[in-house]
């Protein structure tokens, strides 16, 4: 019964919550240590990662028209958003609980028909209503991607 927004949000912030869940009791080790032969940095750290640099692309950069700053706008390589050897999740988690946080307060501040203002990208053309459709999709592909990451890491199931 709750209105557009509440709805859009809600989905949102439990495929996050998913993206939590999926990471307790992972060791470090664990969390960068690759399973997927075929896609090497397909790790449990490096999709928390891709995650936050996501929300920040979409709801900052595309949405409010900020420059477009992070790996996945440098001149590196490709999915440099991924690249964080070294980096301990549980701080990879709470810079993506930060970005999480900064989206939504974005997401309050304007209504769902607003456009995004950044010049330089055709997705910014999509309103806000779409950017968090497509959002909850993005999250929840990820979400699965670690459903299946975890199982071969160390045998955890859960969510389906």
């Not at 969390?31 to 999709?47: I, K």
């Not at 891709?50 to 790996?71: D, K, Q, Y």
């Not at 440099?80 to 989206?103: F, H, I, K, N, W």
């Not at 203002?117 to 950017?131: C, E, G, I, V």
Request: aromatic share 8%; proline share 4%.
């Amino acid at each position: 019964m709750a209105d557009e927004r509440t709805q859009l949000v809600g989905w949102l912030d439990m495929q996050r919550a998913i993206i939590h869940w999926k990471c307790e009791g992972l060791s470090d080790a664990d969390a960068h240590r690759s399973v997927l032969p075929a896609s090497p940095l397909m790790t449990m750290a490096g999709v928390v990662s891709h995650m936050r640099w996501v929300e920040h692309c979409w709801f900052e950069v595309l949405f409010l028209g900020r420059p477009a700053t992070g790996p996945q706008f440098d001149d590196g390589p490709e999915d440099a958003d991924m690249m964080v050897e070294g980096v301990p999740l549980t701080r990879l988690l709470e810079e993506y609980d930060r970005q999480c946080a900064v989206s939504n307060e974005i997401v309050a501040a304007h209504s769902l028909d607003d456009v995004g203002r950044h010049p330089d990208f055709r997705a910014a053309a999509a309103n806000l209503r779409w950017m968090l459709i497509h959002m909850v999709e993005e999250t929840a592909r990820h979400a699965g991607h670690m459903d299946a990451v975890r199982e071969l890491l160390d045998g955890e199931k859960g969510y389906y």
